[in-house]
């Protein structure tokens, strides 16, 4: 039964993924027979290449992959080499938690309406310190380029990378490194990239991959941050996918499939890239160079994780007076009228929500966090690791473009026969939960030193009692993470619950974007927090309960996680 | 059929590099120290006595305790005790609670015994400590004293004195033996410290690299 | 071979059982009261998910309304499935479609109008004709309203039922803006005299197309060309002067026409951070809505072109192989009361305008249309102006897909 927990687990990612991505190569080749298309041929293709602004997306697309990844790896590699060992450094792990907790829509949607003409920050320096009586007529959100895309991303990317990067510090020895380093005369900054990052990026690049393929092909964020015309692809495939005119549908596919190709590209860029930089990188670290840019990158640092926390402060912070406000005109610094009636709409509608949330994450999460837990469990007692290729199944749901699989994935389910409805959104949700909580935890657990449960063993203990007795114990807290890290990916979860749920299921998710969808900003500021309460409750518990659990046992904090 | 720890015709290989080979019978009671340069396979000796090789290590010979063959029995069933460089008191359980996890199931009056046992090893009152709290020599003490009432029937002890401090070490180490001699147990003992083997005053195998 | 032998052999039976069924069933159709008697009892028990745009607080409240009454009354009960876009229901019904799904669907109600109803007709995933089964349909006068039996131009022909009147109204803060433009060349003027004030949704977003409808109304060299398909017609001479009023009004529009708010709901947003001066809607209680709530300002009131202004009616769709068709014919039925219409009418609750013919209703229930309050921002029904009926479905996606060709790329 152990044995067979990382096929299983690979089953359970591919299987869905491959019939998903079927389901839109088959209809790319102008093969739909619903619809009347029953030849094959390239003709959909034509019309997608032929699409006005279609290079533009693609570009878009790809850039914002490229760049998103390459931004948030440089800043939280900046923030470790800058804070690392230092009092901040406390701080920023605390910060993690609650940054990855606020759902991506949820963010994108603050940090629109912090920096808007209209936004935040400029009534509160409106009109004494700009002038402005009215907005000004500057595009700031949605800009062409998709700058403030990137900068959406950006903010939900860095914590995300900090904290698969922080997970195996301690078993790469980075703090010995880094004395060893210093004491050789080194910079804090030149240290960390010479010999903390050469054995930590190894052990990043799944993670950035999936940061990658995340900004090249989401749709949350892009909706409400990326440019409208042309939309990144994803945007544009949704569109096709929503059309009236059923016939687009096979764009839409060939949309989905050009999408996957955009995404693949961009890692492709992102490897050949990483391969030339670890070329020249040894040069650099051989050069015997003891400083890069010390003053600059650590001004730097200390500049920029500051203003990353207050934007997302402020970003909240703005989203929640929205909550409250009833009239709030520009250049108001805060609302001038005050109500809950949005809470009172919420507080109508959520309890049911609230409970489908709730069940679902915890179903979806718990069956993840078994079958990862066999699966590490059985690479212990075996004492082989998954391989490569089999761990790339893992990531394939986080590296393969939601959109284009997922319309696959309702056809599979109708073919097979399997009802709508909580189960099965359930079921669906492992997919993309089951790969963080992978993600998380697995690091963690391997790093358990096996004497523990040799001892244990030779103490007259089964294999099984010593797993139950020893190691889940000993690895509580990254677990419990693990589970916070599950739980906060089930809730945010939009398409996989419409589509499974053929819509009959209502989350707090789906509430809020389709409320979202009427454009009143102080709803959605009320339904967004309420989003975001779950996740958020999820990362407190998982930091609290290991503290009061251990209180009485100092060698569980801080020895483990 | 002798009583004690047998190894017969004992070989172990990593790949096609052959590591060691042993041939020797430790009385009850009695120890006996391996010593030998890191990487002359001192340590793998102990896993496969104690039902832990794994590959790329190949093991050939057998192992008899009390008369038994446990060269294929799964660890937890050989009764075989190991003692580390660390006390490896578990970290999730209180002092009491590693004694008691070590004790065999069923026996009566469980937590009086090892509160009993306690106080003999000079740890009276500790039940209830964290092992995070204890001193070096008193998380030894701790440790010997989880491996006895584990009830084994031979000991591994896998340079256990090493990372103690110099004026504990002595101590600690003539403690050790008395118990594991008072007990009965054979004793094989890892280590590249002389003084080590000579206070364990029995027989001693150099292993070469 | 073996296998399509064994299925002849299984279908057999079942044909033949199903011919001496329908020899034995009585020959004279049933009263429809007598008919309709039995779809409420068939509907009894049934859960009907009724797949409808989600994005407005008070309609999901109207809706969970109705879901009470109708649970009451008629024992069905309501589940009401918020899209944000009424595709995504029309996406399931074509996924169930192609899964060989022909009955049992998850589906068994849709609020629908134009492009989505004339692709579901067109591709045979609707139910019916139904309608004239309703014990309301007739408070409609289907006889005498030729609007409710086109949909887009497209003959309803039964399959869905007319819920709702739309009209696209104008609206300003008339403290500001007390002499709005009433046309299309107006508008042009106010925006060239009033850069970055004004902005229509990104096409193809439902409202974003009805301004490019709205204009193309009233300059297009051929209207009429416009009421049929459009391969019928001359698409470049038709449209040309809505491009050319497009180029010319784009460099003066909110952000230079760089970006566009996304649907109706955005734009509103705009309004009401002060972004721009005029919006538009596709009902009277937008306006009255915003003040209401306070999120647009109190003296915020509706307008609309001196041309006159599209309007629209949506409709009620049960798609082919609903699972619980009578549960969503008999809600479908009480939405159509005089009682559900006059709530749904009331801006209190909705403000969207009714389908019946005040003629048909007692005179107590029609003076209850009449002398409603239709809230501060609207216009009386007798000043609304004339209305634009909306050209053929067709021209939407070509107007879009020409849109997206001139002004999507850079």
């Known amino acids: 039964m152990l044995r067979a927990a990382p096929y299983l687990?690979?089953?359970?990612?591919?299987?869905?993924?491959?019939?998903?991505?079927?389901?839109?190569?088959?209809?790319?080749?102008?093969?739909?027979?619903?619809?009347?298309?029953?030849?094959?041929?390239?003709a959909v293709w034509r019309d997608l290449l032929s699409w006005p602004g279609i290079g533009g997306s693609v570009l878009l697309s790809f850039a914002s992959g490229i760049v998103t990844a390459g931004l948030s790896l440089a800043l939280a590699m900046l923030f470790l080499a800058v804070f690392f060992e230092t009092r901040a450094f406390i701080w920023l792990r605390k910060a993690i938690a609650p940054l990855l907790a606020v759902p991506h829509a949820a963010a994108a949607f603050a940090l629109a309406f912090l920096i808007a003409p209209s936004g935040f920050l400029a009534r509160l320096l409106s009109p004494w310190a700009t002038g402005w009586q009215r907005p000004p007529d500057l595009l700031i959100v949605q800009d062409e380029l998709g700058l403030s895309l990137m900068a959406g991303l950006v903010m939900k990317e860095v914590p995300f990378l900090l904290l698969v990067a922080l997970a195996p510090l301690a078993q790469i020895h980075a703090v010995e490194r880094m004395r060893m380093a210093r004491a050789l005369g080194y910079g804090r900054i030149a240290a960390w990239f010479k010999t903390v990052v050469p054995a930590l990026y190894p052990l990043l690049r799944l993670p950035i991959y999936a940061v990658i393929a995340y900004s090249s092909a989401n749709i949350d964020v892009a909706l409400i941050l990326g440019p409208v015309s042309p939309p990144p692809l994803a945007v544009q495939v949704l569109r096709w996918s929503n059309d009236p005119e059923l016939d687009y549908r096979l764009i839409a596919a060939a949309g989905a499939v050009l999408q996957f190709g955009v995404t693949a590209a961009a890692i492709a860029l992102w490897v050949a890239a990483e391969r030339i930089l670890i070329t020249l990188g040894r040069g650099w670290i051989e050069s015997g160079n003891r400083t890069l840019a010390e003053q600059g990158l650590g001004l730097l640092g200390r500049v920029l994780f500051p203003a990353l926390l207050l934007s997302a402060g402020l970003g909240i912070l703005a989203l929640g007076l929205s909550a409250f406000a009833r009239v709030w005109r520009f250049p108001d610094p805060f609302p001038s009228r005050w109500t809950l009636e949005h809470w009172q709409s919420v507080g109508d509608t959520a309890s049911g929500p609230l409970g489908a949330t709730i069940w679902i994450a915890l179903a979806a999460t718990g069956l993840s966090l078994a079958l990862v837990l066999a699966m590490l469990e059985n690479e212990r007692r075996t004492g082989r690791r998954a391989g490569r290729a089999l761990e790339l199944v893992f990531y394939l749901p986080l590296l393969v473009p939601q959109i284009g699989f997922l319309f696959g994935l309702v056809l599979l389910a109708e073919l097979i026969g399997i009802a709508p409805g909580g189960g099965l959104v359930a079921a669906g949700h492992v997919i993309f939960v089951?790969?963080?909580?992978?993600?998380?935890?697995?690091?963690?657990?391997?790093?358990?030193?096996?004497?523990?449960?040799?001892?244990?063993?030779?103490?007259?203990?089964?294999?099984?009692?010593?797993?139950?007795?020893?190691?889940?114990?000993?690895?509580?807290?990254?677990?419990?993470?693990?589970?916070?890290?599950?739980?906060?990916?089930?809730?945010?979860?939009?398409?996989?619950?419409?589509?499974?749920?053929?819509?009959?299921?209502?989350?707090?998710?789906t509430e809020a974007i389709a409320l979202a969808a009427g454009g009143d900003r102080r709803l959605i500021g009320a339904w967004a927090l309420t989003q975001a309460v779950l996740p958020v409750l999820g990362f407190a518990l998982a930091l609290a309960a290991p503290r009061l659990l251990w209180r009485h046992r100092r060698g569980m904090l801080g020895a483990v996680q | 059929m002798t009583g004690g720890l047998v190894l017969?015709?004992?070989?172990?290989?990593?790949?096609?590099?052959?590591?060691?080979?042993?041939?020797?019978?430790?009385?009850?009671?009695?120890?006996?120290?391996?010593?030998?340069?890191?990487?002359?396979?001192?340590?793998?000796?102990?896993?496969?006595?104690?039902?832990?090789?794994?590959?790329?290590?190949?093991?050939?010979?057998?192992?008899?305790?009390?008369?038994?063959?446990?060269?294929?029995?799964?660890?937890?069933?050989?009764?075989?005790?190991?003692?580390?460089?660390?006390?490896?008191?578990?970290?999730?359980?209180?002092?009491?609670?590693?004694?008691?996890?070590?004790?065999?199931?069923?026996?009566?009056?469980?937590?009086?015994?090892?509160?009993?046992?306690?106080?003999?090893?000079?740890?009276?009152?500790?039940?209830?400590?964290?092992?995070?709290?204890?001193?070096?020599?008193?998380?030894?003490?701790?440790?010997?004293?989880?491996?006895?009432?584990?009830?084994?029937?031979?000991?591994?002890?896998?340079?256990?004195?090493?990372?103690?401090?110099?004026?504990?070490?002595?101590?600690?180490?003539?403690?050790?033996?008395?118990?594991?001699?008072?007990?009965?147990?054979?004793?094989?003992?890892?280590?590249?410290?002389?003084?080590?083997?000579?206070?364990?005053?029995?027989?001693?195998v150099e292993l070469a690299l | 071979m073996l296998l399509t032998r064994r299925?002849?052999?299984?279908?057999?039976?079942?044909?033949?059982?199903?011919?001496?069924?329908?020899?034995?069933?009585?020959?004279?159709?049933?009263?429809?009261?007598?008919?309709?008697?039995?779809?409420?009892?068939?509907?009894?028990?049934?859960?009907?998910?009724?797949?409808?745009?989600?994005?407005?607080?008070?309609?999901?409240?109207?809706?969970?309304?109705?879901?009470?009454?109708?649970?009451?009354?008629?024992?069905?009960?309501?589940?009401?499935?918020?899209?944000?876009?009424?595709?995504?229901?029309?996406?399931?019904?074509?996924?169930?479609?192609?899964?060989?799904?022909?009955?049992?669907?998850?589906?068994?109600?849709?609020?629908?109008?134009g492009e989505n109803f004339a692709a579901m007709k067109r591709n045979g995933l609707l139910h019916g004709p139904w309608i004239e089964a309703l014990p309301n349909h007739n408070l409609t006068d289907p006889a005498n309203s030729?609007?409710?039996?086109?949909?887009?131009?497209?003959?309803?022909?039964?399959?869905?039922?007319?819920?709702?009147r739309a009209r696209l109204v104008f609206y300003r803060d008339e403290a500001v803006l007390p002499e709005p433009p009433r046309s299309s060349d107006a508008l042009l003027a106010w925006a060239k005299a009033n850069p970055g004030r004004f902005t229509y949704p990104l096409p193809p977003s439902f409202l974003g197309t009805t301004f490019l409808k709205q204009v193309l109304l009233e300059r297009a060299s051929s209207v009429d060309a416009l009421y049929r398909p459009v391969a019928e017609g001359d698409f470049a001479s038709v449209t040309a002067p809505l491009w050319d009023y497009l180029d010319a009004l784009h460099p003066h529009l909110w952000r230079q026409a760089r970006s566009f708010p996304a649907n109706a709901g955005a734009m509103r947003r705009l309004m009401s951070?002060?972004?721009?001066?005029?919006?538009?809607?596709?009902?009277?209680?937008?306006?009255?809505?915003?003040?209401?709530?306070?999120?647009?300002?109190?003296?915020?009131?509706?307008?609309?072109?001196?041309?006159?202004?599209?309007?629209?009616?949506?409709?009620?769709?049960?798609?082919?192989?609903a699972a619980h068709r009578d549960g969503a014919m008999v809600l479908a039925n009480f939405l159509l009361s005089p009682e559900a219409q006059l709530r749904k009418q009331d801006p209190e609750h909705w403000g969207s305008a009714t389908v019946l013919d005040l003629e048909e209703l007692t005179p107590e229930q029609a003076k209850a249309f009449r002398e409603m309050d239709l809230g501060p921002a609207a216009i009386p029904a007798d000043r609304l102006g004339a209305m634009l009926a909306e050209p053929h479905p067709s021209w939407t996606d070509a107007l879009e897909e020409e849109w997206n060709r001139r002004y999507a790329v850079r």
Do not use: C
């Open chain 3, 7 to 113: 299925l002849t052999f299984l279908a057999f039976p079942l044909l033949l059982a199903a011919a001496v069924a329908s020899s034995v069933a009585p020959a004279r159709a049933d009263s429809p009261a007598a008919e309709w008697s039995r779809v409420l009892d068939a509907a009894k028990g049934q859960t009907v998910y009724w797949n409808a745009w989600g994005g407005d607080p008070r309609i999901n409240a109207y809706i969970a309304w109705a879901g009470e009454q109708v649970s009451e009354r008629y024992g069905v009960e309501l589940v009401h499935v918020k899209l944000t876009d009424t595709a995504e229901a029309v996406a399931r019904v074509l996924a169930e479609k192609s899964a060989g799904r022909n009955e049992g669907g998850a589906i068994d109600l849709i609020w629908i109008n």
């Open chain 2, 8 to 204: 017969e015709g004992v070989r172990i290989a990593l790949e096609n590099r052959e590591l060691l080979t042993l041939d020797k019978a430790v009385a009850p009671g009695e120890v006996l120290t391996v010593m030998g340069p890191s990487g002359s396979g001192k340590s793998t000796l102990l896993s496969f006595i104690a039902g832990f090789l794994t590959a790329p290590f190949l093991a050939t010979g057998r192992v008899l305790l009390d008369g038994a063959d446990i060269t294929h029995a799964p660890p937890e069933a050989r009764h075989v005790g190991l003692l580390f460089q660390d006390p490896m008191l578990f970290p999730h359980l209180s002092v009491g609670g590693n004694l008691l996890f070590g004790m065999p199931a069923g026996r009566p009056v469980r937590k009086t015994r090892a509160a009993e046992a306690l106080a003999r090893f000079g740890l009276e009152g500790f039940a209830d400590r964290d092992p995070a709290t204890l001193s070096g020599g008193q998380a030894s003490r701790a440790a010997l004293l989880r491996l006895l009432l584990s009830e084994p029937r031979a000991a591994l002890l896998d340079e256990p004195f090493s990372k103690l401090d110099r004026h504990l070490r002595a101590d600690i180490r003539s403690f050790t033996f008395e118990r594991l001699r008072e007990a009965g147990l054979p004793t094989i003992l890892v280590t590249h410290d002389a003084e080590d083997a000579e206070a364990a005053g029995g027989p001693v």
């Open chain 1, 434 to 509: 089951l790969p963080y909580v992978y993600l998380t935890l697995s690091e963690s657990y391997r790093r358990l030193d096996p004497a523990w449960s040799r001892l244990a063993r030779t103490l007259g203990h089964s294999e099984s009692r010593v797993f139950w007795k020893v190691t889940l114990p000993m690895v509580f807290t990254p677990t419990l993470a693990a589970f916070a890290v599950g739980l906060a990916v089930s809730i945010g979860q939009y398409l996989v619950t419409r589509l499974l749920g053929a819509g009959r299921l209502d989350t707090v998710t």
């Open chain 3, 146 to 164: 030729p609007d409710l039996a086109l949909d887009f131009g497209v003959p309803v022909e039964g399959l869905e039922m007319p819920w709702a």
């Open chain 3, 273 to 321: 951070d002060g972004e721009i001066d005029i919006a538009f809607a596709f009902s009277q209680s937008e306006a009255t809505a915003g003040i209401e709530s306070g999120e647009l300002p109190e003296t915020v009131r509706n307008y609309v072109f001196d041309a006159g202004t599209i309007g629209n009616v949506s409709f009620l769709a049960i798609p082919f192989n």
């Open chain 1, 9 to 42: 687990v690979a089953a359970i990612l591919a299987g869905p993924v491959a019939a998903g991505a079927l389901g839109a190569l088959v209809p790319s080749f102008g093969f739909l027979p619903a619809l009347g298309h029953d030849a094959f041929g390239l």
